[in-house]
């Protein structure tokens, strides 16, 4: 279900959704970008992704929702105003 149906969604808002872990007490998903960090990203929490693992796990499992922090880039070549 998350491959086929919230993926699709959420990458068309600029983010990602990913399944982590199914475990016998919780279900533990990951966000990034937009989904993760956006001005909307806890509607899409709370209204899509939710509601969404709850219809299909029902109300006995935890849903646990992590956010992927960007990694930093370097830039490998200082600008030529930074140069003695």
Do not use: C, N
């Amino acid at each position: 279900m998350i491959e086929e149906v919230l993926r699709p969604l959420v990458r068309a808002d600029g983010g990602d959704v990913e399944l982590v872990a199914l475990e016998e007490e919780q279900v533990v998903v990951r966000t990034e970008g937009e989904a993760a960090f956006g001005a909307g990203s806890h509607y899409v929490r709370v209204s899509v992704i939710e509601p969404a693992i709850r219809a299909i796990v029902g109300p006995e499992l935890d849903i646990v929702v992590e956010k992927t922090v960007p990694k930093a880039t370097r830039r490998s070549d200082p600008s030529p105003a930074a140069k003695p």
